[in-house]
């Protein structure tokens, strides 16, 4: 069965301080993964995905990610954190066209 | 482009009864698929709309029913409310059934009392 991880329930960084949120995934075949935010009281906004080709992606607000094949993560990296990113962040991963499986998410505080 | 809508966004129901969400997909848009969000159980699938079919299917008893029509909106039926389907379901539209990048409505707020 499909599954995602997300093993920090919360992680707490200083504004300006690179983050990190840690994401791993177990399927069988070849995995499509994805990073949205949650911001308070709003659904879910796309961040970045991972489908083929390089392995380190790009996304909306500076975010970026990782895929790595042999440690089946997909963690979310940011190099200078705002304030501003303070929001629930979810992993997701798919395997073809089949549903999409969230990780539990993991909230970010940025102190000022 | 306007984005993803659902109505209503805040419900109240009494348990044994039943409900209708909406979802109106970004223009153009032919896959919807719906979510349901708790603090306890995170962010669950509850199945996936294409050209009005249904591609797949979560892990829901058959209280939970959706469908879709021909202009791409969609509809999730719940039917004999308990209170533990209290909770926010979410709404995504995607172009095509690969669902690469999914948009999110804001979301309906189901509280059963």
């Known amino acids: 069965a499909q599954s995602v991880a997300q093993p920090e329930d919360q992680v707490n960084v200083a504004e300006g301080n690179p983050l990190t949120v840690k994401c791993t995934y177990s399927?069988?075949?070849?995995?499509?993964l994805f990073w949205y935010v949650q911001y308070p009281n709003r659904g879910l906004q796309f961040l970045l995905k991972y489908i083929t080709g390089d392995n380190l992606v790009k996304g909306s607000y500076g975010f970026e990610a990782e895929f790595n094949k042999s440690q089946t993560s997909f963690h979310l990296k940011k190099p200078s954190a705002l304030v501003s990113d303070s929001a629930l962040y979810f992993c997701?991963?798919?395997?073809?066209?089949?549903?999409?499986?969230f990780g539990t998410g993991t909230r970010l505080q940025v102190f000022p | 482009k306007a984005g993803v809508t659902q109505t209503p966004r805040y419900l109240i129901k009494t348990r044994g009864q039943q409900v209708t969400l909406s979802c109106s997909p970004i223009?153009?848009?032919?896959?919807v698929s719906w979510y349901q969000q708790t603090p306890g159980q995170g962010l669950q699938f509850l199945f996936e709309?294409?050209?009005?079919?249904?591609?797949n299917k979560g892990n829901f008893p058959g209280r939970f029913s959706g469908r879709q029509f021909s202009n791409s909106r969609s509809e999730m039926n719940v039917s004999t409310l308990e209170l533990g389907d209290s909770a926010l379901y979410l709404c995504a539209s995607s172009p095509d059934k690969t669902n690469y990048e999914q948009y999110f409505g804001p979301g309906t707020r189901l509280t059963v009392t």
């Open positions: 709309y294409f050209s009005e079919t249904q591609r």
């Open positions: 399927v069988s075949g070849n995995p499509y």
């Open positions: 223009s153009g848009h032919r896959s």
């Open positions: 997701a991963v798919r395997v073809n066209t089949d549903k999409l499986i």
